[in-house]
């Protein structure tokens, strides 16, 4: 399964990031979508996990929770838009984490790209950077990768002038 991994749109989502979304099985979206029109033209590439950020308003937090759980061929997977990282987790999610033991966990908010393994937790952290426009990056980001027998394979980091 070949996934592309975004966060923190911010209600911008043009023809730079759209090209990386052809030919991948899944899109998600680690939150701060910023409008169902982000939601509606990532749809059109592939289906959609998300969860909603701080900056979501109603009608996206209807769709999309604050924490997702899931497994996708042998990976467990948590998501959620306010995580942390390794020693400075977020409480709430540092309690779903012991709680749910996953494989891979990802978060957005910081605008800061990272991929970091927790040997305390025994998991591959994520956080994609930000795609969008808002905020003090100088670069957008993006993952792209593949599941494939329980791993996590292929992790390509996209980068691209704001």
């Known amino acids: 399964m070949k996934v592309v991994l975004l966060s923190d749109t911010h209600a911008w ?21 910023g409008s169902l029109d982000v939601i509606n033209r990532l749809r059109t590439y592939a289906p959609l996990r998300a969860v909603h950020g701080n ?24 998501m959620t838009h306010i995580g942390g990282f390794p020693g400075k987790y977020d409480t709430r999610a540092l309690k779903k ?9 990802i978060c957005g908010h910081s605008h800061i790209l990272r991929v970091m393994y927790d040997q305390h937790h025994n ?12 905020g003090f990056h100088q670069v957008r980001t993006l993952l792209r990768f593949d599941i494939e027998s329980g791993e996590i394979k292929n992790l ?7």
């Open 156 to 162: 390509e980091v996209i980068e691209i002038p704001r």
């Open 123 to 134: 998991m591959l952290v994520m956080n994609p950077g930000a795609a969008g426009l808002q």
């Open 55 to 78: 900056i979501d308003g109603q009608d996206i937090r209807y769709d999309f929770p604050e924490f997702l759980e899931f497994d996708i061929d042998g990976i467990k997977v948590l």
């Open 13 to 33: 989502c043009d023809k730079k990031i759209e090209k990386y979304l052809t030919n991948c099985d899944e899109i998600w979206h680690a939150g701060d979508i």
């Open 97 to 105: 984490i012991f709680e749910i033991k996953p494989k891979l966990f």
